[in-house]
């Protein structure tokens, strides 16, 4: 039979990078937490138009990137490419508009988009994200960047920077729109065909192209930062104050348009110097029209979505350590038929939070000794039928060899006073 492999794009997270994963996934919800953002799940799949409608129609990621299937009910959906559109379906459907605004949330998601894969890009990807909804102010953008890099220094990344632009309102953005129209249209040929096609359809996409020749027929564009209305204009300048005030440092990159539609006004990128060409960490901005898009009274909104495999590359190229493996602070090693005890043995044990481990193999009494050491145990406990009989074990301290006699009942004690010692947490 052909062997499987995981489809192109897809990746295994194996330990011990799948236990960093947890901890970096902890660690984010814990510094949610300190900001009052709660957890939200949201479903895997929804309605291919909640996407096609909310990212927007003429964006890369519902023209050619989506999982778009029809179910035995004959009805479309697709496998969420991002979090975002999904977030406020919730928000909208279960009436979070009543709760105290803004309603902040938080998630975990894996995220499903048709790519060209390379280092960094991949067709299944994970996704820590967050999003204020309810509150229009820049104070609540200020937070959420705030929120962003202390999460990022907390998991001891450097070397990023945070690029912010403004990208309007429906108030300035056709305006600048038609001037930016005006201006390409005698250049028209020099854009990529890509771009070409874009031009009617999603002009602003032409902005960020890397191609070098649209990069060199939108050189000396205008800018949408130097075309915003008064309220726009004064919501990026409040932003700008209030992460000056909070010491945050940032750069102005007016090129920033982001590949999704329903941005407006602020939008953000986490730049790293180390994931290349991939070098984007983290994505987001306010969406204060998204909710009215998707059938939904008017209801501002802003977070941001942080792609967790380009935050890990980002740490192994900042030189972080991988977690440690799972190791017990004992292993049982039991003679002969002893097994029963040994399993109570390691029932109690781990009641008193001291990580166990026994043979389930049957091994031979040498061959556990030798896979307590494998384990990386600190300690082995061998018992014998003589220590089955008395009650008591023989405790080896598996890095010194020292061994010692224990009985049975104070063994939870004895070790949570030896691990104590070693200031240890009950693992090996
Ligand atoms: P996005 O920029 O499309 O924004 O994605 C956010 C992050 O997800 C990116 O910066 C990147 O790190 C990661 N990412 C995206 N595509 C891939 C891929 N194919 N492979 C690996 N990583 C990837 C959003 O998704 C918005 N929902 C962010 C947001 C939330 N805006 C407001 N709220």
Request: some cysteine.
């Amino acid at each position: 039979m052909a062997k499987f492999s995981a489809p192109k794009g897809t990746h295994d997270v194996l330990p011990p990078e799948s236990l960093d994963w947890l901890s970096v996934e902890r660690t984010f919800a814990d510094v949610c937490a300190l900001y009052g953002y709660q957890p939200i799940r949201v479903p895997t799949f929804e309605q291919t138009e909640l996407f096609s409608r909310g990212v927007g129609e003429t964006t890369d990621v519902v023209e050619k990137e989506m999982y778009t299937f029809e179910d035995r009910g004959g009805r479309s959906m697709t496998l969420r490419p991002e979090g975002t559109a999904g977030v406020v379906r919730s928000y909208l459907e279960n009436g979070m508009s009543s709760l105290p605004a803004p309603v902040r949330l938080f998630y975990t998601v894996t995220a499903f988009r048709y790519e060209n894969v390379q280092k960094g890009r991949y067709r299944e990807f994970s996704q820590f994200g967050c999003e204020a909804i309810g509150s229009a102010g820049p104070q609540v953008d200020g937070e959420l960047i705030e929120l962003l890099l202390r999460f990022l220094t907390k998991v001891g990344i450097g070397r990023i920077r945070l690029c912010l632009n403004s990208i309007g309102c429906p108030v300035c953005r056709p305006p600048y729109l038609e001037l930016l129209r005006n201006h390409l249209s005698s250049r028209r040929e020099r854009l990529c065909r890509h771009c070409q096609n874009r031009f009617e359809r999603n002009l602003l996409r032409v902005i960020d192209c890397k191609e070098p020749g649209c990069q060199a027929a939108t050189a000396d564009i205008p800018l949408q930062i130097d075309h915003l209305c008064t309220d726009c204009d004064q919501h990026f300048q409040s932003l700008q104050q209030l992460l000056a005030a909070m010491g945050i440092a940032f750069e102005i990159d007016p090129r920033i348009v982001r590949g999704l539609d329903y941005y407006t006004r602020t939008v953000f990128e986490i730049i790293s110097e180390n994931v290349g060409t991939q070098g984007t960490i983290c994505g987001g901005g306010r969406y204060d029209r998204l909710a009215e898009i998707l059938g939904g009274p008017p209801t501002p909104g802003v977070g941001f979505a942080l792609g967790v495999e380009r935050l890990q590359l980002e740490r192994r190229a900042q030189g972080l350590p991988a977690a440690a493996p799972v190791r017990p602070l004992i292993f049982l090693a039991v003679a002969g038929d002893h097994s029963a005890l040994a399993m109570r043995l390691c029932r109690l044990l781990r009641d008193r939070g001291i990580a166990t481990e026994t043979d389930l193999m049957n091994r031979s009494l040498k061959a556990q000794m030798k896979q307590a050491s494998r384990s990386g145990a600190a300690y082995a406990l061998v018992i014998g039928d003589d220590e089955a009989a008395a009650g008591s074990g023989r405790l080896r301290d598996l890095a010194s060899g020292e061994e010692r006699d224990v009985v049975l009942d104070d063994l939870a004690e004895e070790l949570g006073r030896l691990d104590q010692q070693t200031g240890g947490n009950g693992h090996g």
